[in-house]
C-alpha cells in the first residue's frame, strides 16, 4: 500500500517561495501507471488542483496557477517536490501529495498524503 | 463559486437513505468526462471513495454508490452510519478551464 509523506516549511512569508517534497513509501513513483501531485484545501474551503507530474517529467498545471507553479521529481529518492512562487495570503492552504491515476482522458486522485498546512504571513 | 454545484448540506436519520448531488455543465460532466467521489472525515485527508462514475475502491462498503446521468452525477448512501458523517467532495475534468474541478462540497450531518 502506497503511502504519502509532505515536507516543508509551515510558514513562508509573502512575496517568497513555498516549496514541498512529498517522499512516497510502498511502492515506486517511477511505475508507468501513475502521476503524482498537489492537491491545496484553504481553511474551511474546498479543494483545488494544483498540478500532476509523471516519473519522466512530464507536468499538468492548474492553469490558474500555471504561472507560479513549479513541479520536479527525484526517482532515487522516490520523492516529487512542488514550487509556488510569489505567495500572498491566498495561497494559505493544507497542501495534500496525491497519487494520480489516468482514466479515459483525466485523473482521479486514490491516495493522498495526510497533508501540511502551509500559512503565508509575516 | 465551485465548477462543479453540490448542496451545502444533506441529514437523515440513521438507516435513512441520502443522496448527494453534483450537478455540472457541458464542459465536464455533460461533455462525457467521468465523475469521482471523495470522503473527508473531520480532521483527515479526503478519500476516495467512488471512481469512474460508479465504482468503489477496495474496503468502501457497498452502501456507497454513484451514478452519472446528462450534466450530473450522484453519490448515494443507504443504511445511513454515524461513522458517515463527513464532507463529500465530486471532482471532474474541465476542458474550458483545462484542469481537474472539483464540487464545493456537502457536509453530511447523521440525525
Known amino acids: 500500500q502506497v503511502q504519502l509523506q509532505e515536507s516543508g516549511p509551515g510558514l513562508v512569508k509573502p512575496s517568497e517561495t513555498l516549496s514541498l517534497t512529498c517522499t512516497a513509501s510502498?511502492?515506486?513513483?517511477?511505475?508507468?501507471?501513475?502521476?503524482w501531485g498537489w492537491i491545496r484545501q484553504s481553511p474551511g474551503k474546498g479543494l483545488e488542483w494544483i498540478g500532476s507530474?509523471?516519473?519522466?517529467?512530464?507536468?499538468y498545471y492548474n492553469p490558474s496557477l500555471k504561472s507560479r507553479v513549479t513541479m520536479s521529481v527525484d526517482t532515487s529518492k522516490n520523492q516529487f517536490s512542488l514550487k509556488l512562487s510569489s505567495v500572498t495570503a491566498a495561497d494559505t492552504a493544507m497542501y495534500y501529495c496525491?497519487?494520480?491515476?489516468?482514466?479515459?482522458?483525466?485523473?482521479?486522485?486514490?491516495?493522498w498524503g495526510q497533508g501540511t498546512l502551509v500559512t503565508a504571513s509575516s | 463559486q465551485s465548477v462543479l454545484t453540490q448542496p451545502p448540506s444533506v441529514s437523515g436519520a440513521p438507516g435513512q437513505r441520502v443522496t448527494i448531488s453534483c450537478t455540472g455543465t457541458?464542459?465536464?460532466?455533460?461533455?462525457?468526462?467521468?465523475a469521482h467521489w471523495y470522503q473527508q472525515l473531520p480532521g483527515t485527508a479526503p478519500k476516495l471513495l467512488i471512481y469512474?462514475?460508479?465504482n468503489r475502491p477496495s474496503g468502501v462498503p457497498d452502501r456507497f454508490s454513484g451514478s452519472k446521468s446528462g450534466t450530473s452525477a450522484s453519490l448515494a448512501i443507504t443504511g445511513l452510519q454515524a461513522e458517515d458523517e463527513a464532507d463529500y467532495y465530486c471532482?471532474?475534468?474541465?476542458?474550458?478551464?483545462?484542469?481537474?474541478?472539483f464540487g464545493g462540497g456537502t457536509k453530511l450531518t447523521v440525525l
Open positions: 507530474i509523471y516519473y519522466s517529467g512530464t507536468t
Open positions: 496525491v497519487r494520480h491515476v489516468w482514466h479515459s482522458g483525466w485523473f482521479y486522485f486514490d491516495y
Open positions: 510502498g511502492g515506486s513513483i517511477s511505475t508507468s501507471s501513475y502521476h
Open positions: 457541458s464542459s465536464n460532466i455533460g461533455a462525457g468526462y467521468d
Open positions: 471532482q471532474s475534468y474541465d476542458s474550458s478551464l483545462g484542469g481537474s474541478v
Open positions: 469512474v462514475n460508479n
